[in-house]
């Protein structure tokens, strides 16, 4: 959550210079709730963008989505629709890090599994919305030293060390993270959702073909405890 509050003001003050007024801003953290859209969807509106291009970006931005969705869908499958409907509008970046961490661990009961989750999704859910009324007050009185952008990566690596506990996770991770820079010149953030495909199918071919999903975890051999 600490880690949401730069990006929630950068939101509101990015949106107030590109001429959307308080309201739009807040109600637009509160229903499309998806910070990197959120960005493009200001930047492109600011610049007179159509309403089509608008609305094509921000999908496109928001494909990775489709992953975590199909990801942590087995832990939700014994939810009523509405419960997933929920579930599926609170649905980020690190609410989904978060949950399918703990229940890849864990393996709680589905109601400990539907609290967890919405309990971390709608903590942040509340801190992305007060952060982003606060960038809509502060305007553009945050100096440019603070570098408040830089909160944002330091959040996802928080949110991803954890996850590596293995041989084969810390592969995909870094073939992931050395697909990412260079595909970070590709248009409507697709290297995002390139990189994580790539990271991913190698993930596949070296468990399908090899044995390190036997392996140990991570920084264990042998012997040790």
Do not use: C
């Not at 949950?99 to 589905?110: G, L, Q």
């Not at 509340?126 to 100096?143: D, K, L, Q, R």
């Not at 290297?191 to 199918?201: D, E, H, K, M, S």
């Amino acid at each position: 959550m600490l880690g949401v509050v730069p990006f929630g003001l950068i939101t509101g003050i990015s949106a107030i210079e590109a001429g959307f007024d308080a309201v739009q801003t807040v109600a637009m953290s509160v229903l499309v709730f998806a910070g990197a859209s959120q960005l493009a969807l200001i930047e492109l509106v600011g610049d007179g963008a159509p309403v089509a291009v608008v609305v094509a970006t921000a999908a496109v931005v928001n494909l990775r989505y489709l992953m975590y969705s199909a990801s942590i869908a087995p832990y939700f499958r014994d939810f009523s629709p509405p419960w997933k409907w929920l579930s599926a509008y609170a649905l980020t970046d690190q609410s989904y890090a978060v949950a399918v961490t703990s229940f890849r661990d864990d393996e709680p009961s589905k109601h400990r599994r539907r609290w967890y989750y919405l309990g971390a999704a709608f903590a942040l859910w509340g801190v992305w919305v007060v952060s982003t009324a606060v960038g809509v007050v502060i305007g553009g009185s945050v100096p440019p030293g603070l570098s408040l952008e830089f909160a944002v990566p330091l959040t996802f690596l928080a949110l991803l060390v954890p996850s590596l506990k293995d041989r084969l996770s810390g592969l995909v991770g870094v073939i992931a993270g050395g697909v990412a820079i260079p595909a970070a010149a590709l248009p409507l953030d697709l290297g995002l959702v390139a990189a994580a495909l790539i990271g991913l199918t190698v993930g596949v071919l070296v468990d399908t073909f090899t044995d390190w999903a036997d392996d140990e975890p991570a920084g264990e051999t042998e012997g040790e405890p």
